[in-house]
């Protein structure tokens, strides 16, 4: 069943070069029903991974700029009154959709970013009293800029949690580099991908993936790893339950695209970054949370 997503992952993989464990990192968040998050300077290829990750999966998909003078209601939709019916008719904005490229989300106010805590975690939006619910599947791929560049705004707490994963790119090797200035415009390699799935496809693997086994003590090594960040020397705040759940979430997804019908040690190592790394933030100082989890992951017996 899952094998349909190697194929994406290889047409990706021609427009995004030299990045096939960051596409299958974003195929495995996508498996999992969770929110893609990419950060990175400008100009690696963050929101053309996302088109072609959209592409890919034959699903519905709209691009948003995140501005500094976006507005909720410039994603979400708005009312909007109709004379003919003497009553107020809601607009549905570009949030309406199966996938939303949020590019460059970080360059708009809290304002706006708070505009999608409902739909991320809900997968609906509130307007004027009526709940609309969106489309399934409902993903979000995000583009962030790196925090010291001008003209952003950090995303609060709140809003980062709301991501399964987050992931960066970096600068291609010189050979992948290469390959990039003497072959084809990426814009137009993008015309030309054909969905390799559809909706109703990409629904019955993320239901297939709940039947992945589970053991006990594979469990039990997962809440060792999240009561490790909560003791307070390492990190400000632990990791929640919520985080826990998408930890193991995310394990499965990578096991089900190695072909595996269980999840080991492994499959939460290899995802334990991506999806925890954003959430925390260090008590101190001169070390990233990456790093620190990385001591963590050393010091925890599997």
Not at 38 to 52: H, N, R, S, Y
Not at 160 to 188: K, Q, S, V
Not at 201 to 221: F, I, N, S
Not at 230 to 236: D, P, T, V
Request: aromatic share 4%; hydrophobic share 50%.
């Amino acid at each position: 069943m899952f094998s349909t997503l190697h194929q994406a992952a290889r047409q990706v993989g021609e427009v995004i070069v030299g990045k096939d464990v960051q596409i299958r990192q974003a195929l495995a968040c996508l498996l999992a029903g969770g929110h893609l998050l990419i950060e990175d300077v400008p100009g690696v290829g963050k929101t053309t991974l996302a088109q072609a990750l959209a592409m890919s999966l034959g699903l519905q998909w709209k691009r948003q700029q995140f501005t500094s003078d976006l507005l909720p209601a410039d994603v979400a939709g708005m009312s909007v009154y109709d004379r003919a019916s003497a009553s107020f008719v809601f607009h549905p904005g570009p949030l309406f959709t199966q996938v939303l490229l949020a590019d460059e989300i970080n360059r708009a106010t809290p304002k706006t970013q708070s505009g999608l805590l409902e739909a991320m975690e809900e997968r609906q939006v509130s307007l004027d009293g009526v709940t609309h619910a969106l489309p399934q599947p409902f993903f979000v791929i995000a583009t962030q800029n790196c925090q010291h560049q001008a003209g952003t705004f950090p995303l609060p707490e709140s809003q980062l949690d709301r991501f399964l994963m987050c992931i960066t790119l970096g600068y291609p090797d010189p050979a992948a580099e290469r390959a990039l200035l003497l072959g084809l415009d990426r814009r137009a390699m993008l015309q030309t991908l054909a969905p390799v799935l559809q909706a109703g496809q990409l629904l019955a693997m993320q239901a297939a993936l709940r039947q992945l086994h589970v053991a006990g003590v594979l469990a039990d090594y997962v809440l060792a790893l999240v009561h490790a960040t909560r003791g307070g020397e390492l990190f400000a705040e632990g990791l929640s339950p919520r985080a826990a759940l998408a930890l193991l979430q995310a394990a499965r997804a990578w096991a089900a695209l190695a072909g595996r019908d269980h999840v080991t040690p492994d499959d939460v190592q290899a995802v334990l970054l991506p999806v925890c790394a954003h959430r925390l933030r260090p008590r101190q100082g001169g070390q990233s949370s990456a790093a620190l989890l990385r001591q963590l992951l050393l010091a925890t017996p599997a």
